[in-house]
Protein backbone atom coordinates (compact mmCIF):
# COMPACT_ATOMS: atom_id res chain seq x y z
CA UNK A 1 0.00 0.00 0.00
CA UNK A 2 1.48 3.34 -1.00
CA UNK A 3 1.75 5.95 1.62
CA UNK A 4 2.86 10.05 0.63
CA UNK A 5 4.15 11.65 3.47
CA UNK A 6 5.29 15.70 3.11
CA UNK A 7 7.35 17.62 5.61
CA UNK A 8 6.57 20.91 6.79
CA UNK A 9 8.23 23.45 4.41
CA UNK A 10 11.08 25.40 5.97
CA UNK A 11 13.06 28.88 4.62
CA UNK A 12 16.76 28.08 4.20
CA UNK A 13 18.79 30.98 4.24
CA UNK A 14 21.57 29.48 2.10
CA UNK A 15 20.85 30.08 -1.38
CA UNK A 16 19.32 27.34 -3.67
CA UNK A 17 22.25 26.23 -5.68
CA UNK A 18 24.45 26.37 -2.46
CA UNK A 19 22.08 24.17 -0.57
CA UNK A 20 21.62 21.80 -3.23
CA UNK A 21 25.45 21.29 -3.96
CA UNK A 22 25.88 20.40 -0.60
CA UNK A 23 23.36 17.70 -0.99
CA UNK A 24 24.74 16.18 -4.23
CA UNK A 25 27.63 14.16 -2.78
CA UNK A 26 26.13 11.99 -0.02
CA UNK A 27 29.49 10.99 1.39
CA UNK A 28 29.44 14.54 2.43
CA UNK A 29 26.35 14.37 4.23
CA UNK A 30 28.29 11.88 6.73
CA UNK A 31 30.18 14.63 7.64
CA UNK A 32 27.78 16.84 8.68
CA UNK A 33 26.16 14.03 11.47
CA UNK A 34 26.61 14.27 15.19
CA UNK A 35 29.53 12.42 16.16
CA UNK A 36 27.70 10.05 17.78
CA UNK A 37 26.35 8.85 15.04
CA UNK A 38 29.16 9.15 12.21
CA UNK A 39 30.51 4.80 12.86
CA UNK A 40 26.57 3.76 11.58
CA UNK A 41 26.62 5.72 8.36
CA UNK A 42 29.03 4.47 5.21
CA UNK A 43 28.32 6.51 1.86
CA UNK A 44 29.94 7.43 -1.61
CA UNK A 45 29.03 9.86 -4.10
CA UNK A 46 25.77 7.98 -5.02
CA UNK A 47 24.85 5.64 -2.47
CA UNK A 48 24.41 5.76 1.86
CA UNK A 49 23.95 3.12 3.98
CA UNK A 50 22.86 3.43 7.90
CA UNK A 51 22.64 1.54 11.05
CA UNK A 52 20.16 2.56 13.32
CA UNK A 53 18.81 0.32 15.99
CA UNK A 54 20.15 -2.88 14.19
CA UNK A 55 18.33 -2.03 11.31
CA UNK A 56 20.37 -1.06 8.13
CA UNK A 57 18.90 0.88 5.41
CA UNK A 58 20.93 2.07 2.57
CA UNK A 59 20.02 4.58 -0.58
CA UNK A 60 20.60 5.19 -3.47
CA UNK A 61 20.64 8.56 -6.19
CA UNK A 62 17.73 7.89 -8.50
CA UNK A 63 17.23 11.37 -9.72
CA UNK A 64 19.46 14.69 -9.53
CA UNK A 65 17.26 17.98 -11.06
CA UNK A 66 20.58 20.61 -10.73
CA UNK A 67 19.43 23.21 -7.53
CA UNK A 68 15.57 22.14 -7.90
CA UNK A 69 15.94 18.57 -6.57
CA UNK A 70 17.68 14.91 -5.57
CA UNK A 71 15.64 12.04 -5.38
CA UNK A 72 16.97 8.64 -3.34
CA UNK A 73 15.33 5.83 -3.38
CA UNK A 74 15.87 2.18 -1.45
CA UNK A 75 18.76 0.10 -2.67
CA UNK A 76 17.59 -3.47 -1.72
CA UNK A 77 14.90 -2.76 1.38
CA UNK A 78 12.11 -5.00 2.67
CA UNK A 79 9.88 -2.43 1.04
CA UNK A 80 10.05 0.19 -1.86
CA UNK A 81 10.61 3.85 -0.74
CA UNK A 82 12.24 6.91 -2.47
CA UNK A 83 12.81 10.25 -0.75
CA UNK A 84 12.82 13.58 -2.37
CA UNK A 85 14.24 16.77 -1.18
CA UNK A 86 13.18 19.80 -3.13
CA UNK A 87 15.30 23.03 -3.16
CA UNK A 88 13.32 25.95 -4.65
CA UNK A 89 14.05 29.76 -4.87
CA UNK A 90 12.24 31.46 -1.97
CA UNK A 91 13.94 34.89 -2.47
CA UNK A 92 17.52 36.02 -2.60
CA UNK A 93 19.56 34.12 -0.62
CA UNK A 94 16.43 32.11 0.68
CA UNK A 95 15.54 28.23 -0.28
CA UNK A 96 12.17 26.76 0.18
CA UNK A 97 12.88 23.71 1.33
CA UNK A 98 11.11 20.59 1.75
CA UNK A 99 10.98 16.77 1.86
CA UNK A 100 8.62 13.75 0.35
CA UNK A 101 9.01 10.23 0.82
CA UNK A 102 6.55 7.68 -0.64
CA UNK A 103 6.70 4.33 0.66
CA UNK A 104 4.68 0.92 0.06
CA UNK A 105 3.79 0.10 3.11
CA UNK A 106 1.87 -2.83 4.65
CA UNK A 107 -1.21 -1.70 6.92
CA UNK A 108 0.20 -2.19 10.24
CA UNK A 109 3.94 -0.59 9.04
CA UNK A 110 1.91 2.34 8.09
CA UNK A 111 0.35 2.77 11.34
CA UNK A 112 3.11 1.84 13.20
CA UNK A 113 5.92 4.42 11.04
CA UNK A 114 3.17 6.80 9.27
CA UNK A 115 3.78 9.36 12.38
CA UNK A 116 7.39 9.07 13.06
CA UNK A 117 8.02 9.28 9.53
CA UNK A 118 6.19 12.78 9.20
CA UNK A 119 7.75 13.88 12.37
CA UNK A 120 11.33 12.80 10.96
CA UNK A 121 10.91 15.21 7.95
CA UNK A 122 9.73 18.05 9.80
CA UNK A 123 12.30 17.99 12.40
CA UNK A 124 14.87 18.11 9.61
CA UNK A 125 13.50 20.63 8.41
CA UNK A 126 13.58 22.85 11.33
CA UNK A 127 17.28 21.97 11.86
CA UNK A 128 18.44 22.89 8.68
CA UNK A 129 16.26 26.10 8.45
CA UNK A 130 17.98 26.43 12.45
CA UNK A 131 21.73 25.91 11.06
CA UNK A 132 21.27 27.93 8.46
CA UNK A 133 20.51 31.53 10.68
CA UNK A 134 23.56 30.18 12.92
CA UNK A 135 21.37 28.10 15.76
CA UNK A 136 22.71 24.96 17.01
CA UNK A 137 19.94 22.80 16.71
CA UNK A 138 18.74 20.14 19.39
CA UNK A 139 19.70 15.97 18.14
CA UNK A 140 17.09 13.60 19.51
CA UNK A 141 19.55 11.06 21.80
CA UNK A 142 17.34 7.93 21.26
CA UNK A 143 18.54 7.58 17.43
CA UNK A 144 20.82 5.09 18.04
Given amino acids: MAAHYESKHGSVA ?3 EQLYMSFTDLSVLTQSLPAEYRDSVTADFDHLQANIKGFTIAV ?13 EDDNAPFHFSASAHFDVESYGVTDFWLEVDADLNLMMKAMLGGKIKE ?5 VDTLVELSHGKQPQFPSDLG
Avoid at 120 to 124: N, P, V
Fill in 14 to 16: IPA
Fill in 60 to 72: KVAERRPYNLIRL
Fill in 120 to 124: ALDKA
